[in-house]
């Protein structure tokens, strides 16, 4: 059966109504509890997806973003060797000029940010966030807002001198829906490591820090009154 699926999947750029079809059982097959499966062709079938992502119909496009989310939802620990190059390629797909592969990568990045180990998505993330063009860096810092949220102080601390540069860089960018990106990212920040953030931020100037402030304090108005 999968080895039938790979064969199809590999027909690349032709065969589109026969890889969607397979695309549709790939994705049916993650949902099934088919431990031998993943045992023996989870690194063919995630090269075959990472591959297919890069086809020039949108909808195989789409559809092999979607069934990257079934495997990370299902099978999140297999990913441990391949997290770079997966959210490389994840990030890379927000690039796209079709709406519904943009949609899918969103998507499968917040399936990521909740599956892929923590500290190791930061790893990744950080000089992403650094270096990447619009709207990759968008992306990037996306991510790590999602993964810092579900972080706990004592494993994020020794992250931070690592996290910031980014996120300041980020909060100066000339594109406005980074720089707010940025801004989020730093609330959540904000909510995890509280005062500690602060010596971490003496770069920022006065109307940025006071911007910052008053999102945190929403932030924080938020969640007392979501907690009372």
Sequence with gaps: ???????????????????????????????????????????????????????????????????????????????????????????E????????????????????ANSLQAEQCVRVLCPIVQTAEYPINLAAIKMLTKVVEMMDKDLLSPLLDGIMPGLLQGYDNQESSVRKASVFALVALHTVLGDELKPHLSSLTGSKMKLLNLYIKRAEGGSASAAS
Excluded at 93 to 112: G, I, L, N, Y
Aim: neutral net charge; charged residues 35%; hydrophobic residues 45%.
């Design 1 to 91: 059966m999968i080895a039938e699926l790979l064969r199809e999947l590999s027909n690349h750029d032709e065969r589109v109504e026969e890889r969607k079809s397979a695309l549709q059982q790939l994705i049916k097959l993650t949902k099934e509890d088919t431990v031998g499966l993943w045992e023996e062709h989870f690194k063919t079938i995630l090269l075959m997806l990472l591959e297919t992502m890069g086809d020039r119909e949108a909808a195989i496009r789409a559809l092999s973003l979607r069934a990257l989310r079934e495997i990370l939802r299902n099978q999140p620990a297999r990913f441990k060797s391949y997290a770079e190059l997966t959210i490389m390629k994840i990030l």
């Design 93 to 112: 797909a927000h690039k796209d000029v079709q709406k519904e592969v943009v949609r899918a990568a969103e998507e499968t990045c917040s399936t990521a």
